[in-house]
T-cell receptor, first 117, second 113 residues
């Protein structure tokens, strides 16, 4: 079974600074995908970034980048130039193939990020 | 604009009553999912459907039921058999040109009194 681990306590960062949110994973599948989602207090889940296990380059999306270290099974999210609107819960997730084209996401427990002005 | 709608945003029910949560998408996605989130926790998969008239149990399906009669709609019924139904429920869909990504609705917060 796949497992996602997010163990950091609540994180704090000063506005305009960079912050790294940790995520480690465990899987026996050679092909998998890793995701980061942001959940503000409103509750909606906002997709941030995706990394495929065979991707050669680390994924980047604007201020978000994924530090993918396959041998260490880690997929840390880096947010550059933090903004007050970045304050939210952040979830790491892994895509697990079920049968045929069926797949599901396994989520970690999340990390709370607070950006200080 | 394309997206996923869930209604209502807040729902209150008495213990022992069945309740149905709505999920509609106009993204033309084949796959749809229902997740449950408890306070301070990640999301857990309840049911998923890859195609119309077919659905599969997820990790915590007991006490829930679904139907997929139309591609756009995937309603979730929380039955009286669900022992602890108070939670935040999120619907998602995937498909099209970005099959790896699941798009989420705004969620329904269910409180059973």
């Amino acid at each position: 079974a796949q497992k996602i681990t997010q163990t950091q306590p609540g994180m704090f960062v000063q506005e305009k600074e960079a912050v790294t949110l940790d995520c480690t994973y465990d899987t026996s599948d050679p092909s998998y995908g890793l995701f980061w989602y942001k959940q503000p207090s409103s509750g909606e889940m906002i997709f941030l970034i995706y990394q495929g296990s065979y991707d050669q380059q680390n994924a980047t999306e604007g201020r978000y980048s994924l530090n993918f270290q396959k041998a260490r099974k880690s997929a840390n999210l880096v947010i550059s130039a933090s903004q007050l609107g970045d304050s939210a819960m952040y979830f790491c997730a892994m895509r697990e193939v079920l049968t045929g084209a069926n797949s599901k996401l396994t989520f970690g427990k999340g990390i709370t990020l607070s950006v200080r002005p | 604009d394309g997206g996923i709608t869930q209604s209502p945003k807040y729902l209150f029910r008495k213990e022992g009553q069945n309740v149905t949560l709505s999920c509609e998408q106009n993204l033309n996605h084949d796959a749809m999912y229902w997740y449950r989130q408890d306070p301070g926790q990640g999301l857990r998969l309840i049911y998923y459907s890859q195609i119309v008239n077919d659905f599969q149990k997820g990790d915590i399906a007991e006490g829930y039921s679904v139907s997929r009669e139309k591609k756009e709609s995937f309603p979730l019924t929380v039955t009286s058999a669900q022992k602890n139904p108070t939670a935040f429920y999120l619907c998602a869909s995937s498909g099209g040109g970005r099959p790896n990504e699941q798009f989420f609705g705004p969620g329904t917060r269910l409180t059973v009194l």
